[in-house]
């Protein structure tokens, strides 16, 4: 059994920063695909951002270059740093996991575990 456990979200203002943090109590954390994902008001759950197992890493094109995942193994934490925010990245962001192929890596459906999600809340 996979536990994801998420940190961090908040209220900013646009232009601000927020960090996101997942916990993860897995076996082996670097066989892993890990995602980040969204969901807004009304709207489905959506990809973020995801770093695959053979260390791809992908975003969506609309937090390219302002979103960046990162990994620490050995503290099995997968993490988002969110700069420039703005009021539509206003959502819950929940991490995943799966230990399966990495072509769906940044496909919700390529995900078997999920975290609680967290508010992000970004104010104009």
């Known amino acids: 059994q996979v536990t994801l456990i998420p940190s961090g979200g908040g209220l900013v203002q646009a232009g601000g920063s927020l960090s996101l943090s997942c916990a993860a109590s897995?076996?082996?954390?670097?066989?892993?695909?890990l995602g980040w994902f969204r969901q807004a008001p009304g709207k489905e759950r959506a990809f973020v951002a995801a770093?695959?197992?053979?260390?791809?890493?992908n975003y969506a094109e609309s937090v390219e270059g302002r979103f960046t995942i990162s990994t620490d193994n050995a503290k099995k934490t997968v993490y988002l740093q969110m700069n420039s925010l703005i009021p539509e990245d206003t959502a819950v962001y929940y991490c995943?996991?799966?230990?399966?192929?990495?072509?769906?890596?940044?496909?919700?459906?390529?995900?078997?575990?999920w975290g609680q999600g967290t508010q992000v809340t970004v104010s104009s």
């Open positions: 995943a996991a799966d230990a399966g192929s990495v072509y769906l890596y940044s496909d919700r459906r390529g995900y078997m575990y």
């Open positions: 897995v076996g082996t954390f670097s066989t892993y695909n």
């Open positions: 770093i695959s197992r053979n260390h791809g890493i």
